[in-house]
């Protein structure tokens, strides 16, 4: 059997590279094909009807007048007299038609009766929630009262997170065309493998009748995985209009009301002290919505797990509006946020450098860990200056810009996921990588083919890797931060495995055996012997006219080494604070990241540098605006649904933590992490400017004015 | 977006023969970064739309007289660009670049900037111009309104979002309107109106009139700048702006105008600020008294006290960045 162990750190020729992406010029140029750029000959367009109202009962539907309308090929209702709609945009009906103004056109020309129920939109006043909120129960560990009575010092606070929105550069949506009985979907999907199955499933066919192909995704962040209402109507349309060709991709106002949301998280935290830094107690009340489902309790305290005395009730809070989706990281940058913004009021009440006591109370995170924060804690500190620059809170000079630092942490899981590769040789010597995963802009494809490469001995160019498409082999989907673990293990398993079915061919020739052999330099030799050497191309000519075909499977539950789970992550944030306008700007935010062996630093870095500008938008302009009254998102848009450009993001500095004890734990993950501790680090760096805490965030001007007058009239 | 006539006239008599007595049948296009949205929400529906990119004699920017004549299809960029608008009118070439996206500066116009709709979120979402439920009453008053006036003019509630508009009334400039009985010409001010009712727009063109150029009076030694504070550096609105006009003796303001962008239905002349600069140096203290004064008779709404505020700091640091300047 082949040996898989990742060759070792200093002997690797491909992985561990600065390699640009593969797809980078591609995409640069324009040149890549998202599915949302496809146009197929005969092409219909869809468009859906949706309601108007939070909540509101449909008692009619008359699609007479649209149907009538010149270029309509079809229309479908998706709720019936009856039904109730539970958020602005719910989806009503959808019209197929041969170009998308016709489609809008007749989509007006629909008439709906809603007879318009109450609403309730908004969570930030949880006293407000009335029988909207439930409680989930209280959850106590240890003596929270006694811990409180003993404490030296007990810290409280109120903070939160908004709603926000995933906002994909390209919008949820296929091209879709059931033709005969084969359904050709291109979609916009972190999934794949699996779409395909979800599509059959509701139209209620067989798996096999659905083919997926998706070249490049615009953005996804873990809230596309099903095919989605849009995509099953479309596909139908589709069929009734006799095969045709079907585009439906949601405009901006849908995408952001109900292709899915981060969800809230409020909470009032109450945290007992020794004087010393040390925690001894953590009270909390914590709600939050995401829609009709309420939100779920982020994981509080956050990191610091085994705090010894604890006292946790949550409330979901159950809001008319569009579903909660998985959000890169769940829960996770609310949980950081909270938990790190209460450690560094305490902090600040014990007038203590935050740093030593997070440092303090990283007991109580779990052990495997603990070394890695502390390591990672003073590398950040390094990055940052943090010794020449963090003063006490708002301790922060004259002038009206005052300057401050603050600290987040992160931790995720990220083993790698079920993953199948086929690995090809072929008797010419190329080299074909087949897996039906995705590339969600995160590099993918480049970190298959350097670990393809790597095994084989080839450079990157002889390796032609294929992705996107359900007719490769089942990869799960990219969600969870799984991907790179998953592709990189059952790539360099397959590739093994075929390599090794060459060696075979070879072997007899010099009179040896194939775990005698060595694949290096493009070249197939026997270990140690240089005479014995045949280049790659003449080596594959043994094989005759059969290639040669290998599979390689990352099994989660063994992945023999290759890859695991569990990072850290510490990030601080320099920001300066104009107190006369409100207005933050961000000087630097500093990232310190593991993730095990690091396949590619420049993508992992372009990966934690994206993660750091998200933090940014969540920390100082994103989020949802809803309306009491209409029961409306007010900015479901790009205008004033705030994100940060060029200008807005100051310098960012990602350091990702590479030593041999970190890159024999084998791959892991990195999409997660990095999003999750910036907002708590930019929070809390504003608090040190300003010396008063900003309770909620994004910190907006007017939060920020509020929070100062606060602070001047007590 | 309804399917629509699409007209590209040469002469500017012809495309006022192509508008109409009735607002909301035909409008008029210059570069569309407004327009086109609004149409694709369907919030404007013409059965006409008449270009104005392809009349010649409503492009370029000429000096005339002493002052500065701008055609209504210049670009926001080619404003900024203007040597003239760079060493004399400081204040107009900061509003432009204050337009935060290369893309927009380059297709949207002067005409353009201070014809647009109000971005008020209601008004963008098909309650109105006024932002009403069907009862008639004010959906911004007990709404989200973070974004809107600190000194409405109710029923109007939303703020201007012309960026150029209050540069000019700091100025002094005239706007000059064609239309179907010849030309007539507007003090800058005059142009924006708040409206009374949900029928009524807020400028005060007639629906067959079309605003062909800007007349800018000399700013030879007169100090002026605009002041935005913004949020953001990208592509954002200002939270406010304010623009000023100083006329000097020595040390002393002989005359001076202050003029608030984004905090009413129309740009607000802060006649208070005015008063109190007249005749006095231009220091921190006094440019801090014109602040106050300027905000003195704002009535912020629920969830806008926060730009009562950034309205005096505005003015007090266009005041100083202004001083700063070459007369």
Not at chain 1, 16 to 44: C, H, V, W
């Amino acid at each position: 059997m082949p040996n898989y162990n990742w060759p070792p750190m200093d002997q690797r020729q491909q992985m561990g590279k600065r390699q640009s992406r593969l797809d980078g010029i591609e995409k640069a140029t324009g040149r890549a094909r998202y599915s949302s750029d496809l146009n197929r000959p005969g092409m219909l367009f869809a468009v859906m009807l949706t309601s108007p109202y939070a909540h509101a009962r449909v008692r009619s539907i008359d699609t007479s007048a649209a149907q009538k309308l010149a270029g309509v090929t079809g229309i479908r209702t998706i709720v019936k007299a009856g039904d109730e709609v539970n958020w602005v945009s719910q989806e009503i009906a959808i019209v197929a038609a041969t170009s998308e103004q016709i489609a809008r056109d007749a989509v007006r020309l629909i008439q709906v009766d809603y007879e318009v129920l109450p609403h309730v939109v908004k969570e930030e006043n949880l006293a407000k929630a009335g029988n909207r909120a439930r409680p989930a129960g209280e959850q106590v560990t240890g003596d929270p009262d006694k811990a409180f009575k003993e404490a030296d010092v007990i810290s409280e606070g109120q903070y939160g997170i908004p709603v926000l929105t995933h906002c994909c550069l390209e919008s949820h949506g296929q091209v879709i065309e059931w033709r005969g009985d084969t359904i050709y979907f291109y979609p916009s999907t972190q999934n794949v493998s699996g779409i395909g199955p979800d599509l059959a499933k509701n139209l209620e066919v067989p798996a096999t009748q659905v083919k997926v192909h998706m070249d490049h995704v615009g953005g996804g962040f873990g809230s596309k995985f099903p095919s989605d209402r849009w995509g099953i109507e479309c596909a139908r349309l589709s069929k009734e209009s006799g095969g045709r060709p079907l585009k439906l991709f949601l405009d901006r106002a849908t995408e952001l009301s109900i292709a899915g949301n981060r969800p809230s998280a409020f909470a009032k935290i109450k945290v007992a002290a020794k004087r010393d830094g040390t925690i001894t107690g953590w009270e909390s009340t914590s709600w939050a919505t995401g829609g009709m489902s309420g939100g779920g309790m982020p994981p509080i305290p956050y990191v610091m797990t085994n705090i010894p005395n604890r006292r946790l009730n949550h409330s979901a809070v159950q809001t008319n509006g569009g579903p909660l989706r998985a959000w890169r990281a769940p829960n996770h940058p609310q949980a950081s946020f909270l938990t790190c913004a209460a450690v560094e009021d305490l902090a600040a009440k014990l007038g203590m450098d935050p740093l030593e006591v997070f440092a303090k109370n990283v007991q109580w995170a779990p052990e495997a860990r603990r070394e890695t924060y502390l390591h990672q804690f003073k590398k950040a500190a390094e990055l940052s200056e943090w010794s020449k620059r963090w003063h006490r809170r708002g301790d922060s000079g004259p002038g009206t810009v005052k300057r401050g630092m603050g600290v987040g942490i992160c931790t995720w899981g990220g083993a790698g996921h079920l993953s199948n590769c086929k690995a090809t040789i072929h008797p010419d010597g190329s080299v074909e990588i087949e897996l039906g995963s995705q590339d969600l802009g995160t590099g993918t494809r480049t970190v298959i083919t350097q670990v393809a490469a790597e095994t084989l001995g080839l450079p990157l160019d002889a390796i032609k890797v294929k992705i996107g498409d359900n007719s490769y082999p089942p990869s799960n989907a990219s969600g969870g931060s799984t991907t790179v673990g998953g592709v990189s293990s059952s790539t360099r398993i397959a590739t093994s495995n075929a390599l090794e079915k060459l060696f075979e061919k070879v072997a007899p020739a010099w009179n040896t055996t194939a775990d005698k052999l060595e694949a290096a330099g493009g070249k197939i030799q026997v270990k140690g012997d240089s005479s014995k050497s045949l280049t790659w191309a003449a080596a594959s000519k043994k094989m005759g006219v059969q290639s040669i075909t290998e599979m390689g499977q990352n099994d989660p539950k063994n992945p023999r080494g290759l890859n695991t789970q569990g990072v850290c992550g510490v990030q601080i944030a320099d920001v300066s604070v104009d107190v006369e306008t409100g207005v933050v700007k961000m000087n630097r935010l500093v990232a310190v990241q593991d993730c095990g062996l690091v396949i590619n630093p420049k993508l992992a870095e372009g990966q934690v540098a994206g993660a750091c500008i998200m933090s940014i938008c969540g920390a100082l302009m994103e989020e949802r605006i809803m309306d009491a009254a209409t029961g409306r998102v007010l900015n479901p848009e790009m205008e004033f649904y705030k994100l940060a450009g060029i200008g807005d993001i100051g310098e960012i500095l990602v350091h990702m933590d590479i030593r041999p004890e970190m890159d024999s734990r084998g791959v892991i993950g990195l999409g997660e992490p990095p999003t999750i501790g910036g907002i708590a680090a930019i929070a809390n760096a504003v608090a040190n400017a300003i010396g008063v805490r900003v309770p909620v965030v994004p910190l907006t001007p007017d939060r920020v004015l509020a929070a100062l007058e606060e602070k001047r009239s007590a | 977006m309804q399917a629509f006539e699409y007209a590209s006239p040469t002469t500017v008599k012809e495309a006022v023969d192509m508008l109409s007595s009735k607002w909301g049948e035909v409008d008029i296009l210059a570069g569309g970064t407004d327009l086109i949205s609004l149409m694709k929400e369907y919030l404007h529906t013409p059965r006409r739309v008449v270009n104005l990119k392809g009349i010649k004699e409503l492009g370029g920017i000429q000096k005339t007289g002493g002052g500065l004549r701008i055609g209504a299809t210049v670009t926001l960029d080619e404003l900024a660009e203007n040597s003239t608008a760079r060493s004399e009118y400081q204040s107009l070439v900061r509003a432009a670049l204050g337009v935060s996206s290369p893309q927009i500066r380059n297709m949207g116009t002067v005409g353009g900037d201070l014809c647009q709709r109000p971005r008020c979120w209601y008004f963008r979402q098909g309650f109105g111009i006024l932002g009403q439920d069907k009862s008639g009453a004010s959906l911004v008053v007990n709404g989200e309104n973070r974004y809107h006036a600190i000194f409405p003019q109710p029923p109007a509630y939303f703020v201007s979002a012309s960026s150029l508009g209050p540069a000019l009334i700091a100025l002094g400039a005239k706007v000059k309107i064609a239309g179907p009985s010849g030309s007539r010409e507007l003090p800058v001010e005059r142009l924006f109106v708040a409206p009374r009712d949900s029928s009524s727009r807020e400028i005060a063109l007639a629906s067959n009139e079309i605003l062909t150029e800007v007349i800018v009076p000399s700013a030879r030694g007169v100090r002026n700048t605009t002041y935005e504070v913004r949020q953001k550096e990208a592509l954002d609105w200002p939270l406010v702006s304010a623009s000023v006009a100083l006329r000097m003796k020595g040390s002393t303001v002989t005359n001076a105008r202050v003029v608030l962008g984004h905090v009413g239905p129309t740009p607000v002349t802060a006649a208070e600020a005015e008063k109190a600069l007249a005749g006095k140096a231009l220091t921190q203290e006094t440019a801090t008294e014109a602040g106050k004064a300027a905000v003195a008779g704002a009535r912020p709404l629920t969830g806008n006290t926060y730009k009562v505020q950034l309205a005096r700091i505005a003015v007090q640091r266009a005041l100083l960045e202004a001083v700063k300047l070459r007369g």
